[in-house]
């Protein structure tokens, strides 16, 4: 009976990493394909490059989310398998996000499905700290794979010192699980680390991305000011046309009764 809902977690965990949110709001929000723009990658630092800050966070933020609940509610089916079950879910969730059937196996790299994993693993509070700082630094490192490489090896050594700190009796799998789907994710990034070497990887100005947020608020605020400051004065120069006119009306009207008169 096990095997049967190992593999229910598996296949819904993977049919669920499969819904890629990136193309969705890219499409409802844009209307644009996200797979036709920048690099092709239907994830969080394309939408960035090619959308913006408020896009690509949440896209990720939806990202994190899917994995996290997937993996979260996989554990709470399946308790007697503590971490185990979490963590098994969560190979499939990024499986399918990586892997889509329905795209001819052409997905994202799974970098945010990851990050919800660990977010919502036991060690969420030292996922969450390691978020700021690397988010931190992104203001300074222009390399969004140095980061997002970073982020995740953080992790993964984090929780790897926790489970086998704490006795958890799915040490060992949680460890291989975690280091496999690690190194599939730098595997995903070969290409931008070759870039790396070769110093052709392309850069985000991270800090441009988040500063032109508060410019758009701020310029859209200086042109709505603009229209209520011109709105009077539009109506006053319209008035004096509009009379005017009836003036030229009226003078015409007496001239060509005056004009009758006499030749009556």
Request: net charge neutral.
């Amino acid at each position: 009976m096990i095997y049967l809902y190992f593999s229910l977690v598996a296949i819904v965990s993977y049919l669920i990493g499969t819904i890629n949110f990136a193309k969705i709001l890219s499409w409802n929000v844009k209307h644009k394909d996200i797979t036709k723009m920048g690099s092709g990658n239907p994830g969080t630092m394309n939408m960035l490059r090619s959308f913006g800050f408020v896009m690509a966070f949440v896209s990720f933020l939806t990202e994190v989310l899917k994995a996290g609940i997937v993996c979260f509610i996989a554990r709470l089916l399946l308790p007697e398998y503590g971490s185990f079950i979490y963590f098994f879910a969560g190979i499939f969730v990024i499986l399918g996000q990586n892997f889509p059937a329905w795209s001819k196996f052409k997905g994202g790299k799974g970098v945010a499905c990851f990050a919800g994993v660990f977010l919502f693993s036991p060690i969420w509070y030292v996922a969450l700290g390691w978020f700021v700082v690397c988010f931190i630094l992104f203001l300074f490192i222009q390399y969004a794979c140095v980061i997002s490489l970073t982020y995740l090896t953080g992790n993964a050594i984090a929780l790897t010192i926790y489970v086998w700190l704490t006795g958890d009796p799915f040490a060992l799998a949680v460890t291989i699980i975690i280091w496999l789907l690690l190194a599939l994710t730098v595997l995903r990034h070969h290409a931008n680390i070759k870039r790396l070497f070769n110093h052709t990887e392309n850069k985000i100005n991270f800090r441009q991305k988040i500063t032109q947020v508060f410019k758009k608020k701020k310029g859209e605020e200086i042109i709505d000011e603009e229209i209520v400051e011109q709105t009077p004065e539009q109506e006053i120069v319209i008035e004096p046309h509009e009379n005017d006119k009836e003036t030229k009306d009226a003078e015409g009207k007496e001239k060509e009764d005056k004009k009758g008169d006499a030749e009556e």
